[in-house]
């Protein structure tokens, strides 16, 4: 009997190694020394311990992700000491609330999508700049719109640049800086405010401080921005990306905290985070077809600061906010 039993553990155990779910951990106290150096996390005595109960706590929600996706896979990254409430309250949007206005929208000139290639990635074009990190602030709908004037203007032929999400954090009134905000608020005050300095020039803080802005120092301006998809229509965003470049988009990135790689393919639909869509394809391995979303949470995280979401199911509202910048 007890020979039986120790044969069944041992089945289990392998089962969920071959996925890479360390469904058991007595060595969790191992675990949580690894990455206080990989990560360089410091604490006195008491905190230490709220943080490896916390830490502990997402191993098990890191465990039921893993079964509950399969086409991807869940990990330690550099957010496993913060709990679910506090990764929201620093790195998304809890209060986000999205509104989409008719008169914005115009449809991108259709391409034919049953002519399309299988894969196709705008960093392949050298129409995306590298991986930013928006730290513990809320500013991602500043990254976004930023990160697709930045594309635009290269497609434009311009040489690619690096803009400045401080300069929309600290200076548009319409939105709360590290508090959160929205990408058409950030592009409209782009607009009026005549452009965007440099990233050089208007570095990034990771805080709400008062706004610099020099006029002299615009490098790009913008004369408008438009919504190009309706009604959640993900082939009429797969027309849009593949004409128009990389895209602007809104996304529910909950269940991001704890992601590695492979193919998001289980996402709520409560938006609370703002990306940028890049491109597409199939996983040759299971023929999934999925969309490629740069993140701005450094390239330290997900693969190289990218994460992949399953297509055609709206998957973490990934079409339910879609915008583009006119340069």
């Given at each position: 009997?007890?020979?039986?039993?120790?044969?069944?553990?041992?089945?289990?155990?392998?089962?969920?190694?071959?996925?890479?779910?360390?469904?058991?951990?007595?060595?969790?106290?191992?675990?949580?020394?690894?990455?206080?150096?990989?990560?360089?996390?410091?604490?006195?005595?008491?905190?230490?311990?709220?943080?490896?109960?916390?830490?502990?706590?997402?191993?098990?929600?890191?465990?039921?992700?893993?079964?509950?996706?399969?086409?991807?896979?869940?990990?330690?990254?550099?957010?496993?000491?913060?709990?679910?409430?506090?990764?929201?309250?620093?790195?998304?949007?809890?209060?986000?609330?999205?509104?989409?206005?008719?008169?914005?929208?115009?449809?991108?000139?259709?391409?034919?999508?049953?002519?399309?290639?299988?894969?196709?990635?705008?960093?392949?074009?050298?129409?995306?700049?590298?991986?930013?990190?928006?730290?513990?602030?809320?500013?991602?709908?500043?990254?976004?719109?930023?990160?697709?004037?930045?594309?635009?203007?290269?497609?434009?032929?311009?040489?690619?640049?690096?803009?400045?999400?401080?300069?929309?954090?600290?200076?548009?009134?319409?939105?709360?800086?590290?508090?959160?905000?929205?990408?058409?608020?950030?592009?409209?005050?782009?607009?009026?405010?005549?452009?965007?300095e440099l990233d050089s020039v208007y570095p990034y803080k990771a805080k709400n401080?008062?706004?610099?802005?020099?006029?002299?120092?615009?490098?790009?301006?913008?004369?408008?921005?438009?919504?190009?998809?309706?009604?959640?229509?993900?082939?009429?965003?797969?027309?849009?990306?593949?004409?128009?470049?990389?895209?602007?988009?809104?996304?529910?990135?909950?269940?991001?905290?704890?992601?590695?790689?492979?193919?998001?393919?289980?996402?709520?639909?409560?938006?609370?985070?703002?990306?940028?869509?890049?491109?597409?394809?199939?996983?040759?391995?299971?023929?999934?077809?999925?969309?490629?979303?740069?993140?701005?949470?450094?390239?330290?995280?997900?693969?190289?600061?990218?994460?992949?979401?399953?297509?055609?199911?709206?998957?973490?509202?990934?079409?339910?906010?879609?915008?583009?910048?006119?340069?």
């Open positions: 009997m007890k020979v039986t039993i120790i044969l069944l553990l041992l089945v289990v155990a392998c089962v969920y190694a071959s996925r890479g779910i360390p469904k058991f951990r007595p060595d969790a106290a191992r675990h949580w020394k690894e990455f206080c150096g990989k990560y360089q996390k410091n604490y006195d005595a008491e905190e230490q311990l709220h943080r490896y109960k916390i830490f502990k706590h997402n191993l098990k929600i890191i465990d039921h992700l893993n079964v509950r996706d399969e086409s991807a896979s869940y990990g330690i990254t550099k957010f496993a000491d913060l709990s679910s409430k506090e990764f929201s309250h620093r790195y998304l949007l809890p209060n986000y609330k999205p509104a989409f206005t008719e008169d914005k929208y115009e449809p991108v000139v259709a391409a034919e999508t049953s002519a399309l290639p299988d894969n196709f990635d705008w960093r392949d074009k050298k129409a995306v700049t590298p991986v930013k990190d928006q730290a513990q602030c809320g500013s991602c709908w500043a990254f976004s719109t930023v990160e697709e004037i930045e594309s635009q203007w290269i497609l434009k032929g311009n040489a690619a640049l690096e803009l400045s999400p401080q300069q929309i954090v600290d200076c548009d009134k319409k939105d709360q800086g590290c508090n959160g905000g929205d990408t058409p608020t950030a592009y409209e005050y782009v607009i009026s405010a005549g452009g965007l401080e008062k706004c610099q802005f020099n006029a002299s120092d615009v490098a790009v301006k913008i004369s408008g921005w438009k919504y190009v998809v309706k009604d959640k229509n993900e082939t009429e965003m797969l027309s849009a990306l593949s004409t128009a470049g990389p895209l602007s988009i809104c996304v529910d990135a909950e269940p991001w905290q704890h992601y590695k790689n492979g193919v998001l393919s289980k996402c709520a639909k409560h938006l609370d985070h703002c990306v940028q869509l890049v491109g597409y394809g199939v996983e040759a391995s299971t023929n999934t077809t999925f969309w490629t979303v740069r993140n701005s949470w450094g390239a330290d995280w997900g693969e190289e600061g990218y994460i992949r979401i399953g297509r055609d199911k709206n998957l973490c509202g990934i079409a339910d906010e879609v915008t583009v910048a006119v340069i």
